[in-house]
């Protein structure tokens, strides 16, 4: 009896554990599929609208792969608040600067929220307790019904119905012209599609040219203003116009009349004075230079020939002979070219500095002015008695 006892005894406790490892079995399943042992952190979506059949427990997407899951909605004034578990573990891989859409696969199927990562991510990931905003919301069906309700509402039926008959009757009949006329115009629209760029930029030329005359346009309507008033003052004054313009005519046909007969001897001193003149412009410096020296000298010699007192001044002095002219050691040559110069104020006879002077090939030996003076009591017999020293 005793061995039948606890036989029945251990049968029924091997029995109540196996139940109650299923129990803890199928609590641990079900725990694990709906995320209890996962490591969540909470972020927050802000959204214009859910949209239909967003309910908790929502899957969260980024790239296709499921990294969360929605876990309440909240509405917020005019907009709406989602709370979403992200794995912890995978926020690393989101940035902070991430966007969402609420969409959904099919028109009546649950929504889900997509993550997008933008073009330029930022360098720092999304942290829990952050947010994000949701950029577009998947229109829905109802969303179209409802806007095409609201349309409907507006739209009067018997205008609808009168303007649908109206547009029955101009369309009834013309199928053929219609036809021909979108024919036409495709091949229109095919001959000007080539040059479409050449008349964007004409265009934008236009624009160029239409920006420039409205800069100008003050100074173009002063100047009209002006043409305007020199016209009436023209009006005002015909009469004395028409007597200008007569004694004109008068003028010409005198002067064409003492001119015509000499045209030829015109023309022909105009020929001969062409050179004359090109040389004239060639020597322009110096004769400059000469007149202006000239006119400087003839003030200073004003007083010598006796502007005031009557009389001629003259200084006498001896200068040192020179040597005789030898020839053919002393012909003159001819062999320098250059224009007349009037540098460092030759024209100014007040002047105390030397100019400088051109050495030519005018001479066997080239002539070296001397330009400062030169005093040698040894020679003074030599000067006075024996032929001029050279230099």
Known sequence: MRRTERSSLARKFAAVGMVAAIV???TLAVMQFSGSFRDTSPVTLTADRAGLVMNADAKVRLRGVVIGRVASI???GDRVELKLNMDTDQLRRVPANVTAQIRSNTVFGAKSVDLDIPADPS???LRSGGSISADRVQVELNTVFQRLVDVLAQVQPDKLNATLGALDTALSGRGDQIGKGLEDLSNLLGRTNPVLGDLNR??????TVTNVYADVFPDLSRVIDNFTRTGNTLVDNSSNLDALLVNTTGLANTVNGIIAPKKQTVMT???NLDPVSQLLGYYAPGLSCFLKATAGAGKKALPIFGDKTGYISLNAGVLPGKEPYRYPEDLPKVNVQGPPTCALGLSNIEETTHAPFYVGDTAPQPYQPRT??????RKLFQIMF?????G
């Open 123 to 125: 360098t720092t990931h």
């Open 372 to 377: 400062t003076p030169k005093a040698d009591p």
């Open 74 to 76: 909240e509405p917020d």
């Open 269 to 271: 001193a105009l020929s």
């Open 24 to 26: 803890i079995v199928f």
């Open 202 to 207: 004409t265009i934008d030329a236009t624009a």
């Open 386 to 390: 024996g032929p001029a020293p050279r």
